[in-house]
């Protein structure tokens, strides 16, 4: 059934802050990786995501490792944990009030981020959102493997992964909302009917005004 889309990207939009980093951070606090390593290497990323030349596959060899190295029972746990100290703070009135807006208008809502779904899915529920399309951990025998499934959803990615879902749920881009905070989703950005632009960084914004996009705060 084709309905219209709202599409939301995840960190620094919908959240006042980035779940993946924030993960990392919150393994470091609990001694689960090696802190001084893992937290280093995390900044390195997240410095070259901000910068644009992030290597996403060697970026996801290195935040999926804890997964593979921990029992689901204990990540389960843990995520828990995350969600009431780490991303509770960052869900604003304002990021609640757009999604139910667009909610209120029988439309269909989706979170497409390139953070990995264990980190995002009970986010998105969070939200009330059920369509999420997330990069996969691989799953074999009830663990995780280290690997992703799939096409990360990073980029161009988040455009071959949206085609994808589009086509599996008889779904169209007519009419379609997207809000993203990074230059990173330009691709996506260009795709949808009405493109928004959420506490840019200076690069989307700057595209954003050039191109008379909507730039708008959820903070």
């Known amino acids: 059934m084709d309905m219209t889309l709202a599409i939301f990207d995840l960190d620094n939009t919908l959240l006042s802050g980035d779940s993946d980093y924030l ?3 919150f393994l470091c606090e609990r001694n689960i990786v090696d802190s001084v390593r893992y937290r280093e290497k995390n900044r390195q990323f997240f410095e070259a995501y901000e910068s644009g030349t992030l290597d996403i596959m060697e970026f996801l060899e290195f935040s999926l490792e804890p997964l593979s190295r921990n029992d689901p029972k204990y990540l389960a746990r843990w995520h828990a944990e995350f969600m009431a100290e780490k991303i509770e703070p960052l869900i604003t009135d304002k990021a609640r009030q757009l999604v139910e807006k667009h909610r209120d208008k029988g439309e269909t809502l989706l979170i497409v981020t390139a953070t990995n779904s264990f980190v995002t899915r009970p986010i998105a529920g969070r939200f009330g959102i059920e369509n999420l399309i997330a990069t996969d951990p691989e ?26 879902w589009l086509s599996n749920n008889d779904e169209t881009l007519a009419g379609s909302t997207f809000y993203s905070d990074s230059h990173n989703d330009l691709p996506l950005l260009e795709l949808v009917d ?7 960084d200076e690069i989307l914004r700057n595209e954003a005004e050039t191109r008379g996009w909507p730039i708008i705060s959820l903070r």
């Open 194 to 200: 009405s493109p928004v632009a959420v506490d840019p």
């Open 139 to 164: 799953i074999a025998a009830g663990r995780y493997t280290g690997r992703v499934t799939g096409e990360p959803s990073f980029r161009e990615g988040k455009v071959s992964r949206l085609k994808q």
């Open 23 to 25: 993960w990392g951070e």
